[in-house]
T-cell receptor, first 113, second 115 residues
Framework: GQQLNQSPQSMFIQEGEDVSMNCTSSSIFNTWLWYKQDPGEGPVLLIALYKAGELTSNGRLTAQFGITRKDSFLNISASIPSDVGIYFCAGQNYGGSQGNLIFGKGTKLSVKP | DAGVIQSPRHEVTEMGQEVTLRCKPISGHDYLFWYRQTMMRGLELLIYFNNNVPIDDSGMPEDRFSAKMPNASFSTLKIQPSEPRDSAVYFC?????????????FGSGTRLTVV
């Protein structure tokens, strides 16, 4: 089945630094999504991308849908301690019915104050 | 909107016991998903429902797992008998296909420990 490769697996950064993570797939998706999971909670949707080449921002977060439709990246600018958590990419295809989300394994972000 | 509500938040049970996890989706959402999260395998889709009907249960690991959705506001995931390898965090999520393209709303999860 479809699989997503998400990298890096973990990051340790200093507060104020920028962060970049990405996700690649062997097959194309119609939609790319980025979620954040805080400890002890479920994933929360950050950004959704629906068109190849699309660049979307949500505050300090910026995500892009790759032109090939097989990849996406997420950038976080000027990181702060509350950015700590696990970030998941997810790909989705729509057919005649709801498509399933395929999740990456996540990038664990640690921020040193 | 209270979001997706799962219960219990934590469950510790002995091997061989029956475990029932519960989920209340967001009102008006017509899709409901059950996921399992482990360190080794990440987030895995177990089963999903559309309008209370199971659509795809190919992710259910084995016959010990079963899920039901008797009405639009309630779903259960049952494991009988439970085994230590079932220990994981189980998430329920819901979405409205027509309401928003893509994106599920997840509950806070049930952390299951089978000893």
């Amino acid at each position: 089945g479809q699989q997503l490769n998400q990298s890096p697996q973990s990051m340790f950064i200093q507060e104020g630094e920028d962060v970049s993570m990405n996700c690649t797939s062997s097959s194309i998706f119609n939609t790319w999504l980025w979620y954040k999971q805080d400890p002890g909670e479920g994933p929360v949707l950050l950004i959704a991308l629906y068109k190849a080449g699309e660049l979307t921002s949500n505050g300090r977060l910026t995500a892009q849908f790759g032109i090939t439709r097989k990849d996406s990246f997420l950038n976080i600018s000027a990181s702060i301690p509350s950015d700590v958590g696990i970030y998941f990419c997810a790909g989705q295809n729509y057919g005649g019915s709801q498509g399933n989300l395929i999740f990456g394994k996540g990038t664990k972000l640690s921020v040193k104050p | 909107d209270a979001g997706v509500i799962q219960s219990p938040r934590h469950e510790v049970t002995e091997m061989g016991q029956e475990v029932t996890l519960r989920c209340k989706p967001i009102s008006g959402h017509d899709y409901l998903f059950w996921y399992r999260q482990t360190m080794m395998r990440g987030l895995e889709l177990l089963i999903y429902f559309n309008n209370n009907v199971p659509i795809d249960d190919s992710g259910m690991p084995e016959d010990r797992f079963s899920a039901k959705m008797p009405n639009a506001s309630f779903s259960t995931l049952k494991i009988q008998p439970s085994e230590p390898r079932d220990s994981a965090v189980y998430f329920c999520a819901s979405s409205s296909y027509r309401g928003s393209l893509g994106g599920y709303t997840f509950g806070s999860g049930t952390r299951l420990t089978v000893v």
